[in-house]
């Protein structure tokens, strides 16, 4: 691991050398990288300082502990050992995730796609529910969404709704949230009070750059409409929304929310592109036989990953099995504990996949 870090601690010397030349800081994408590679580079390098003070330390201390005769010496010495050597073990764990090889589409934005299921009109109440929820943890988050597409649900909430999220780390983040979501309560079109289960689907994508897949235009139809707005209000009436269907694939993206024609076909080219690379990356994963075994992250609409259950006010991620009750909060957006426990599962999951290798 030393040896490592050791490597790592010398290319955050040459990015930071790299950063000052004339020709990166001509270059706005190569600074750009440069300077996000160093800022990733130097939160391990401070914490690899502070576990190779801490191991100083410990040498000095024991080093005392083997020399010296006198017993106050000898006392402050072992005083000493007893704290750094939790310290060290604390750093070590810290530094071993750190170096867990990271998803690079961790950093990417994200498209964020709510479906209703399974349970008629209550199912898209509660899919309206699921994004009102996405869209708070998003505002405290520090993150910015913006409407793609959407078609409402005859009682209320959304039959279908696509967004797209800009911000730090937005993928890495919101990536296990992929999935069916179930809700346990009493719906409000029931009469007699009984507790229905409905679902949702969620689909997380990263939003891909232009490099990063090669889309023919000649094989993407161009179909223009009226826009309209979320209950059926009118937005626009000229024919500014945009529909682009990938012809080989038969995959259809719309999107209707700006008043530029050009805006809403940008949006939608970003997201046929993010949905076109997600379709290969999984015949990829097939094709080599790389489909994690764990649940965490699947994304597979099958999965029924989280139960949100209105009597108990609880709620339960089933991969991981965590609960908690406070299912209020947990609708207004606090999804942290939720995230930073999948987080550590799937951090787990890689460094046993690791020691497998």
Request: hydrophobic letters at 35%; aromatic letters at 6%.
């Amino acid at each position: 691991m030393v040896e490592k870090l050791e490597r790592l601690k010398e290319r955050f010397e040459e990015v930071g050398q790299l950063m000052v030349q004339p020709e990166a800081m001509a270059d706005m994408k190569k600074y750009s990288d440069l300077s996000k590679e160093y800022k990733d580079l130097e939160k391990v390098v401070t914490k690899y300082e502070e576990y190779s003070n801490v191991l100083s330390n410990l040498k000095s201390a024991k080093e005392v502990l083997e020399k010296e005769k006198d017993p106050e010496f000898r006392e402050m010495a072992k005083m000493e050992i007893d704290e750094l050597t939790p310290q060290k073990e604390k750093l070590a764990n810290e530094l071993k995730k750190m170096l867990i090889p990271r998803d690079p589409r961790d950093s990417k934005n994200a498209i964020l796609e709510i479906r209703a299921g399974a349970g008629g009109d209550e199912a898209a109440i509660f899919a309206g529910d699921l994004f009102r929820m996405y869209q708070r943890f998003a505002e405290k988050t520090g993150w910015k969404i913006s409407l793609t597409d959407f078609v409402d649900g005859t009682a209320g909430g959304f039959s279908k709704i696509v967004v797209n999220i800009t911000g730090t780390d937005v993928y890495g983040e919101l990536k296990f949230e992929s999935g069916v979501h179930r809700v346990q309560r009493v719906p409000q079109t029931e009469s007699q009070g009984r507790v229905h289960t409905s679902a949702a689907s969620v689909v997380v994508l990263p939003e891909m750059d232009d490099v990063e897949i090669d889309l023919d235009l000649n094989d993407v139809r161009r179909d223009e409409f009226c826009s309209s707005g979320p209950g059926g209000q009118s937005v626009n009436t000229t024919y500014s929304a945009i529909r682009l269907t990938h012809i080989p694939s038969g995959l259809v993206v719309q999107c209707q929310d700006q008043k530029s024609k050009l805006k809403n076909y940008d949006k939608a080219l970003t997201e046929l592109k993010s949905r076109l690379y997600a379709i290969e990356v999984k015949k990829h994963q097939e094709t080599v036989g790389a489909e994690r075994k764990s649940m965490i992250g699947s994304g597979d609409r099958s999965d029924k990953i989280r139960t949100y259950n209105y009597p108990q006010s609880r709620v339960t991620d089933h991969r991981i099995g965590f609960t908690q009750y406070n299912l209020p909060a947990v609708m207004d957006g606090e999804l942290g504990q939720f995230i930073e426990k999948l987080k550590m599962a799937e951090n787990a999951d890689k460094m046993e996949e690791g020691k497998m290798a």
